[in-house]
């Protein structure tokens, strides 16, 4: 019986390269010699080299476009019988439990005035002195702050899922439908109202002379505030985060920040990140705070966008910038929070071991990851301390020189923010 013998073609092939220079280096027609393992070889070591000098070339650009982590998930506690503050309202506190029934606690006392699986709660913003509250039927108060007392209502047709928007001397809202209402403010008379054609993403923008509207679809929409004409529409990237100012309408999508003159919507400035913001954008007194993926902190003139500076931090922002004249906090995700100046950037304090925070008046108030509630003023000074017997859940809420915080011991406490005194508490029934 014959023998066949398999045997692949290219097994004993050899490639051969003649050096045309032999006299030169010494070599023959029949020095170098590759397998088809070697070439294999070859090939991996030519595509690492490149991908290495890439990543030392481009490190930043590739980690922005190709990588964008999610952020480190910092815990809370997950005891089923925790309870967490939503907002504070017209004198009310709502809280929620994990089976979503939500308490209205009277914020004066802590006494409950009810609780329900599926409430309608009212949204109201207060300017000057005064409260403007919408119902999900339609109905707009205005009412005194300081004593409840009515001072106008109207009745929409419609119904209303945001807080009323409130800028010098005019009230805006607007419909899910896309309906844009403006009110005065004073008297609660009709100044004007547009019909968009599409249905609205975000409350109504206003600054200055300019109401802007967000549309599901990402058309911004610029108004006079006086007279409701509309001055130009513009498409952005849908769900691009918008801020304002008096002249000029800022909005942010993935690493670019472009602003637009309010007046006509032509560009003033565009600004591109090397590296994806982590964190929303924050603006105050005409200054743009960024934090990003490459775990920098910059700031921009919102003006002109002009670069003002940038501070490196240890670890990425995990909750948005707290800014305010004087200082910016970032809390990073290594459980500290960072004070920069807001002016120059420089580095002033740091606090560590902090599971979440709020910042009012230049006053920052603290859950540490002890469960302790901590104070502390603009330069880093210690106010207070208090320690409770029930453990902390995010979030903490202030108003009205009070702090709000739930538990999850199913306990909601207030506190005075001046000495951290407990001024009520009250157990839901999952306690």
Known sequence: ??????????????????????????????ELHFSPRMRVWMIIVTLVSVVLFLSFTFGNQLYSLVYKPALPKIALNANPSSVAL???????????????????IRAS?????????????????????????????????????????????HQFPLTFASAPTVVANEVYEITP???????DAASGDMLWQYKL????????????????????????????????????????PVAAQVLTTNE???????????????????????????????????MTHGNIYVATFDSNVSAFNASNGAFLWHHKLPALAYEPIAASDAVIQIHASNYAIYTL????????WFKTDILTFVVVQENMYIVTLNNDIEAFDAKGALLWHRQLSSRFIQPLLVANDVLYTG??????????????????????QVQ
């Open 197 to 236: 054609s599409i249905p609205a993403a975000q409350p109504v923008l206003a600054a200055g002379e300019f109401v802007y509207v967000n549309a599901f679809d990402g058309t911004l929409y610029t108004f006079l505030a006086k007279s409701g004409k509309l001055l130009w529409h513009r498409q952005l």
């Open 177 to 183: 439908a896309g309906t844009v209402y403006a009110l």
């Open 407 to 428: 538990t999850s011991t199913g306990i909601v406490y207030a506190l005075r923010t001046s000495d951290s005194s407990v001024l009520w508490r009250y157990a839901t």
């Open 86 to 104: 939503k907002d504070v309202m017209n004198g009310v506190v709502y809280a929620v439990d994990p089976e979503q029934m939500v308490y209205a």
């Open 341 to 348: 100046n807001a002016v120059t950037g420089a580095f002033l």
């Open 1 to 30: 019986m014959s023998t066949i013998n398999h045997e692949d073609p290219d097994d004993n092939a050899k490639i051969e390269i003649t050096d045309l220079d032999n006299t030169t280096h010494g070599r023959t027609f029949h």
């Open 109 to 153: 006392n802590g006494s409950l005035i009810w609780q329900s699986f599926h409430p309608d709660i009212n949204q109201s913003t207060s300017s000057n002195g005064v409260t403007y509250t919408i119902t999900p039927s339609g109905k707009m108060s205005a009412t005194r702050t300081a004593d409840n007392s009515l001072l106008w209502s």
């Open 248 to 282: 000029s309408i800022i909005y942010a999508s993935d690493s670019n920040v472009t602003a637009l003159r309010s007046s006509n919507g032509s560009l003033l400035w565009h600004l591109h990140y090397s590296s994806t913001p982590v964190q929303p954008l924050a």
